[in-house]
């Protein structure tokens, strides 16, 4: 069975440009979260979907973030105009999906690694 | 969220059990707890998890305190490859089902 799959996997670039990353989730899974990881700290979430509708956005800096699931499938975290503190590993996760009363484990992708300078 | 407190680090020599603790005192009647763990460079990964009962899998074993307020990562046999950050993360079923990731418990493995 594949895995998550991510794109770009180490990206740079200077402040204020924008950058986007794609992730493709295990096929059938219906639910799709992109977390961000801060060096020595655990990932934080961003942005769960659950098909193309966002769950949980709570934690996503939506002036200069934006994501969407078209489909249902594939999924784009968007960074614009990027900042310093934007540097991280940016994670994308799938699960088969979040239904009430059964808990079903996450697998996460390789990670992009984006440098902001 | 209820939040989980774990040991920043741990060391351990290959091929002795290693046993991961984990506090949860705010445990709720609807938290599983699951663990995740992340090699150097790596997404993490899941562990195992569990909700009253012990659980048991093919990478480790899980004890869950009868008040559920703490449980133990069980590797039994440690390896190279064990070496990771391992997060203990309560989980509840009941809304968007979310991960939330402390700082975890880095385990050094020794040769």
């Known amino acids: 069975e594949a895995g998550v799959a991510q794109s770009p996997r180490y990206k740079i670039i200077e402040k204020r440009q924008s950058v986007a990353f794609w992730c493709n989730p295990i096929?059938?899974?219906?639910?799709l979260y992109w977390y961000q990881q801060i060096l020595g700290q655990g990932p934080k979430l961003l942005i769960q979907?659950?098909?193309?509708?966002?769950?949980?956005d709570s934690q996503l800096p939506k002036d200069r973030f934006s994501a969407e699931r078209l489909k249902g499938v594939d999924s784009t975290l968007k960074i614009q105009p990027a900042k310093l503190e934007d540097s991280a590993v940016y994670l994308c996760?799938?699960?088969?999906?979040?239904?009430?009363?059964?808990?079903?484990?996450?697998?996460f992708g390789p990670g992009t690694r984006l440098t902001v300078t | 969220d209820a939040k989980t407190t774990q040991p920043n680090s741990m060391e351990s020599n290959e091929e002795e059990p290693v046993h991961l603790p984990c506090n949860h005192s705010?445990?709720?009647?609807?938290?599983?707890i699951h663990w995740y763990r992340q090699l150097p460079s790596q997404g993490p990964e899941y562990v195992i998890h569990?909700?009253?009962s012990n659980v048991n899998n093919r990478m480790a074993s899980l004890a869950i305190a009868e008040d559920r307020k703490s449980s133990t990562l069980i590797l039994h046999r440690a390896t190279l490859r064990d070496a990771a950050v391992y997060y203990c993360?309560?989980?509840?079923?009941?809304?968007?089902?979310?991960?939330?990731f402390g700082q975890g418990t880095r385990l050094t493995i020794n040769p």
């Open positions: 996760a799938s699960s088969l999906g979040n239904y009430r009363g059964l808990t079903y484990e996450q697998y």
């Open positions: 096929s059938g899974h219906a639910t």
């Open positions: 979907f659950q098909n193309n509708g966002v769950v949980d």
């Open positions: 705010t445990i709720s009647g609807t938290d599983y």
């Open positions: 569990g909700l009253t």
């Open positions: 993360i309560l989980r509840t079923i009941q809304g968007a089902q979310k991960l939330v």
